[in-house]
């Protein structure tokens, strides 16, 4: 179950660039649910 979990919640570089470009702390976070539980 943990290499799935890791699959869908690690975010990679591309990810955490998008989530680097949001303002707040706030929208950072909404950013970073929305690439991992976009994920299939």
């Known amino acids: ?3 799935e979990l890791e699959r869908f919640f ?3 570089e ?3 660039d ?3 470009l949001r303002r707040s ?3 950072r976070l909404g950013m970073a ?3 991992c ?3 299939r």
Do not use: V
């Open 1 to 3: 179950m943990r290499p």
């Open 25 to 27: 702390d706030g929208h």
């Open 14 to 16: 591309d990810d955490r």
């Open 37 to 39: 539980t976009g994920r």
């Open 18 to 20: 998008l989530i680097a």
């Open 33 to 35: 649910i929305n690439c």
């Open 10 to 12: 690690f975010l990679d």
